[in-house]
């Protein structure tokens, strides 16, 4: 059975760092990648490792935090520093294998368009909390 367990979330004050780890157990994946869900929003993609080693940042978080992969623990990482407010919500790992088109809730898209890379697999979550 594929699974994917997050950890590391937490309350913090604006300013301060966070790591989240993901786990996938039971298949290998192509790419992992972390979202977010805000209260009240939908969920966006943050930052994504690819097959190839490749990353890419949503532009709000560029510079802040950095996503690392450890391919033979099937481990990814969310190093998130500088924490403000607005990155409060609650993170989920994700773990896929294909590249293609899908409709506009499926997957994480480097740009805008009906071309992502899918998610199989999700984790359920983990809340992160930044308070001003």
């Known amino acids: 059975q594929v699974q994917l367990a997050e950890s590391g979330g937490g309350s913090v004050q604006a300013g301060g760092s966070l790591r989240l780890s993901c786990s996938a157990s039971?298949?290998?994946?192509?790419?992992m990648a972390w979202f977010r869900q805000a209260p009240g929003k939908e969920r966006e993609g943050v930052a994504i490792?690819?097959?190839?080693?490749?990353?890419y940042y949503r532009d709000s978080v560029k510079g802040r935090f950095t996503i690392s992969r450890d391919n033979a623990k099937q481990t990814v990482y969310l190093q998130m520093d500088s924490l403000s407010a607005d990155d409060t919500a609650t993170y989920f790992c994700?773990?896929?294998?294909?590249?293609?088109?899908?409709?506009?809730?499926?997957?994480?898209?480097?740009?805008?368009?009906?071309?992502?890379?899918?998610?199989?697999?999700w984790g359920n979550g983990t809340a992160v909390t930044v308070s001003p």
């Open positions: 994700a773990a896929g294998l294909q590249y293609g088109m899908y409709p506009p809730d499926r997957g994480f898209r480097l740009e805008p368009g009906p071309w992502a890379y899918n998610m199989d697999s």
């Open positions: 490792i690819k097959g190839d080693g490749s990353i």
């Open positions: 039971g298949y290998t994946y192509s790419h």
